[in-house]
């Protein structure tokens, strides 16, 4: 039943520019990005239990990446690959300088990775044009092109990030990322290279926040430190995935889908109030819903319907 339901929203994902406008495509776009960076974050945040702040430094290291590649007339697709390598090397050798850190010295150390990043694109003008932000070339076709392009290029980003969520979680990885969460010092007498799975699954939280940068920069032409290195691009991501489910598969997609419902539906009239409500639903998540939505009460009936047999 869960494969049947999955293949139809494939297929519904695969064929909605064919019938939806562009400002649904927008939304569908943005849902897609806000996908790829909670199941991005998933993989250091949910998987190993470790609260990284540094999601909006991958991002704007990403969109920065691509779009000064694209003004030296690099191909657009190839800019965002090259961002998202260069992302993940980035974001592999930040790893070894701060993941000896736990709990809330790494989160501190990890947050502070965006504004060092935004001080830095500041005062490199002459290659990224400081703060005055940096243009990208415009694609030669029409807006109703461009939507279906960046559209369907977020798709392959946050299938390509769903997929590498599925293949860890039922690795070796995956199994020694659980033991790290439940207790690093007993995996480490147990003979896990803590070390090294910490590594491998920040780096894995940056590829897809690194690339979904290139891309939004190709996709809005126009990008500037203050907007690429915000800080709730780092909480909306930790939002998503407590919304959803820490440390499962599909947590980050299900918590990307309410999350922008509530930020179209809610947020939009309570402009004034956006960051004191979203730090509201941090604190009663964590307090009341440690395991997402999908852990309430009313949810597990849902989720885990007893199979026939058991019933009987």
């Given at each position: ?7 139809a ?18 939304l ?11 199941l991005g974050w ?5 998987f ?15 969109a ?6 694209q ?6 697709v ?11 090397l980035?974001a ?7 993941l ?37 070339p ?5 807006v109703?092109t ?6 369907y ?5 946050a ?7 599925t293949?860890?979680?039922?690795s070796?990885?995956?199994f ?10 007993a ?21 897809f ?11 809005v ?6 907007d690429?290195?915000?800080v709730?691009?780092?909480v ?24 922008l ?12 109030f ?8 941090v ?23 007893p ?6």
């Open positions: 039943m869960m494969r049947l339901i999955a293949v929203a494939v297929v519904a994902l695969l064929a909605l520019p064919a019938i939806a406008d562009n400002y649904v495509l927008r569908a776009t943005t849902m897609l990005m806000y996908s790829a960076l909670a998933n993989f250091i945040g949910g190993a239990g470790y609260p990284s702040f540094a999601t909006a430094a991958f991002f704007g290291l990403g920065y990446a691509g779009g000064v590649l003004g030296k007339g690099v191909p657009m190839v800019a965002w690959l090259a961002a998202g390598v260069m992302v993940a980035f592999a050798a930040l790893g070894r300088a701060i000896h850190l736990r709990g809330h010295y790494f989160a501190i150390a990890s947050l502070v990775v965006a504004e060092v990043l935004r001080e830095i694109t500041n005062s490199a003008t002459d290659l990224t044009g400081g703060g005055m932000g940096l243009n990208l415009v694609l030669s076709v029409d109703t461009q939507a279906r392009l960046f559209y290029a977020m798709f392959v980003v299938a390509a990030a769903l997929a590498t969520t293949l860890v979680a039922a070796r990885l995956g020694g990322l659980r033991c790290i969460q439940q207790n690093e010092d995996a480490i007498m147990l003979g896990i290279g803590t070390t090294r799975y910490k590594i491998a699954a920040f780096t894995l939280s940056a590829i926040p690194g690339l979904c940068g290139g891309v939004y920069a190709s996709w032409n126009y990008i500037d430190p203050t690429v290195y915000d709730l691009l780092s909306k991501p930790i939002v998503m995935v407590l919304l959803g489910g820490v440390g499962t598969v599909l947590g980050g997609i299900y918590g990307a889908v309410l999350f419902l509530m930020e179209e539906l809610v947020w939009r009239n309570l402009l004034q956006h960051a004191g409500l979203l730090g509201i639903i604190v009663a998540l964590v307090l009341f819903l440690p395991a997402g939505l999908r852990g309430a009460g009313w949810a597990r009936l849902w989720w885990r319907r199979k026939p047999e058991a019933a009987a």
